[in-house]
């Protein structure tokens, strides 16, 4: 379904876009987190061949150290959306059995 966006109409030159459909997905924004999966797993955006920003080169103790605490914070986000979905699901789930009684 992804792929779907970048193909053509024929659908052969889907792997000539793969690399970017992957880019694409990992660089979107989760909604549970409010960032994307390279930024949780790189503790940065990707690089956007903008040359004209200066970046930090951070520790390598101080970036493992922001990685873990990125990746718990994605984690504890991620768990109250499942919690709210729950939470979601059940009260349809027993608004039905109420409706169907």
């Known amino acids: 379904m992804f ?5 053509n109409y024929r659908q052969d030159d ?3 876009w793969l690399a970017t459909a992957e880019f694409q997905y990992n660089n979107k924004e989760h909604t549970a987190t409010g960032h994307s999966l390279f930024y949780v797993n790189y503790r940065r955006h990707p ?4 040359l004209t920003v200066e ?3 951070p520790s390598l103790e101080g970036l493992l150290k922001k990685i873990e605490i990125t990746r718990e914070e994605a984690k504890i986000a991620i768990e109250k959306t499942k919690e709210t979905m729950k ?7 027993c608004y039905r059995k109420v409706i169907t009684k």
Do not use: G, S
């Open 3 to 7: 792929l779907r966006h970048y193909i």
């Open 14 to 16: 889907w792997t000539k």
């Open 47 to 50: 690089w956007k061949r903008n």
């Open 55 to 57: 970046m930090e080169i």
């Open 87 to 93: 939470r979601q699901y059940d009260k349809r789930t």
